[in-house]
């Protein structure tokens, strides 16, 4: 069979897919593509949400350039990243290994597989429950986290740990790193089944330890699913939405407003759905953008590894 022969066969070999990507892409389509649309089309607009959109063109992206609550909103993203993606990712592969190859190796698969689960369930629970219980132990008067503090003598140390500007951002990160970090945990132990578990044997009659191990044997051979946990969450942090509602409604003082929910208040709070739209927009770009940019980047790394 010549050359191009061969190339007449793959081709009619990837059209005899295109009818089953056809429901999904008019899922995509009617779900995802069109809605974004018309979002664009209504950032376009000066628009309250009831009677006749004013075209005005760029004008709600040229108020973005200069709006600084906008880019303070960036700012606070920044560090939700690292505390939905980077944080937990990092610690969700720590405990992946020891649940892996020590957990799982001195006590049993069983013990393991509960600890699992007991780390997993942040994620099972609806994140405005999460949030009400967490609102309640950082409650700055009869909130678990301060009583505790008092118990044990540390008076000084109790706050109003989401009414302070200075530590409520903190507060909330530290609440979305203990919702998140049972995924990748969750993703990572799933990676780590398929690795030989002669390279952990060949390394430890080698004479090296847990650490060398993981960062000479883990690490490298799960790069997949590292990259894969870290576009999800990345995602993830940048449009998060439910923990500042719940807990902190992007105050106080916009201390720890994200875009998503600067969006949601010029939608509803001040009726400029145009500008929220422009928002909105602005910040679905930037998740393509990054998508397409992990998707390169972990193409590249498998193309060298072959």
């Known amino acids: 069979m010549s050359v191009n022969d061969t190339r007449r066969t793959a081709a009619r070999d990837r059209l005899?897919?295109?009818?089953?990507?056809?429901?999904?892409?008019?899922?995509?389509?009617?779900?995802?593509?069109?809605?974004f649309l018309m979002n664009v089309g209504t950032s376009l607009t000066r628009w309250s949400g009831v009677g006749t959109p004013e075209w005005i063109g760029l004008g709600n992206y040229?108020?973005?350039?200069?709006?600084?609550?906008?880019?303070?909103?960036?700012?606070?993203?920044?560090?939700?990243i690292v505390?939905?993606?980077?944080?937990?990712?990092?610690?969700?592969?720590?405990?992946?290994?020891?649940l892996t190859d020590l957990i799982d190796r001195h006590f049993g698969p069983r013990v393991a597989s509960v600890l699992r689960a007991c780390l997993?369930?942040?994620?099972?629970?609806?994140?405005?429950?999460?949030?009400?219980?967490?609102?309640?132990?950082?409650?700055?008067?009869?909130?678990?986290?301060?009583?505790?503090l008092r118990a044990v003598g540390l008076d000084s140390l109790a706050h109003d740990w989401l009414g302070d500007p200075a530590?409520?951002?903190?507060?909330?990160?530290?609440?979305m790193v203990w919702i998140q970090v049972g995924f990748p945990l969750v993703v990572f132990m799933s990676g780590?089944?398929?690795?030989?578990?002669?390279?952990?044997?060949?390394?430890?009659?080698?004479?090296?330890?847990?650490?060398r191990r993981f960062w000479h044997v883990t690490i490298p051979?799960?790069?997949?699913?590292?990259?894969?946990?870290?576009?999800?969450?990345?995602?993830?942090?940048?449009?998060?939405?439910?923990?500042?509602?719940v807990l902190t409604k992007g105050g106080p003082g916009g201390a720890t407003n994200v875009p998503s929910y600067y969006s949601y208040q010029?939608?509803?709070?001040?009726?400029?759905?145009?500008?929220?739209?422009?928002?909105?927009?602005?910040?679905?770009?930037?998740?393509?953008?990054?998508?397409?940019?992990?998707?390169?980047?972990?193409?590249r790394d498998q193309g060298e590894e072959r």
């Open 192 to 211: 780590l089944q398929r690795v030989e578990p002669s390279l952990y044997e060949a390394a430890e009659i080698d004479g090296a330890s847990w650490s």
């Open 167 to 175: 530590t409520a951002l903190w507060s909330v990160l530290a609440v």
């Open 16 to 35: 005899g897919y295109l009818p089953y990507l056809v429901p999904g892409l008019l899922l995509f389509t009617g779900v995802i593509g069109v809605p």
């Open 62 to 80: 040229r108020k973005l350039v200069g709006d600084g609550e906008f880019w303070a909103s960036f700012g606070h993203n920044a560090l939700v």
């Open 83 to 98: 505390g939905m993606a980077l944080v937990p990712t990092a610690v969700g592969l720590v405990l992946a290994a020891l």
């Open 266 to 299: 010029n939608f509803f709070d001040k009726t400029e759905v145009g500008y929220g739209s422009a928002v909105a927009t602005v910040l679905t770009l930037i998740i393509v953008a990054l998508t397409i940019v992990f998707l390169r980047v972990q193409a």
């Open 120 to 148: 997993y369930l942040p994620q099972v629970l609806p994140i405005v429950i999460a949030g009400v219980v967490w609102s309640w132990l950082l409650a700055p008067e009869n909130g678990a986290v301060n009583e505790l």
């Open 221 to 245: 051979q799960i790069r997949p699913e590292i990259f894969v946990v870290l576009l999800w969450t990345t995602i993830a942090a940048l449009k998060a939405f439910a923990p500042i509602y």
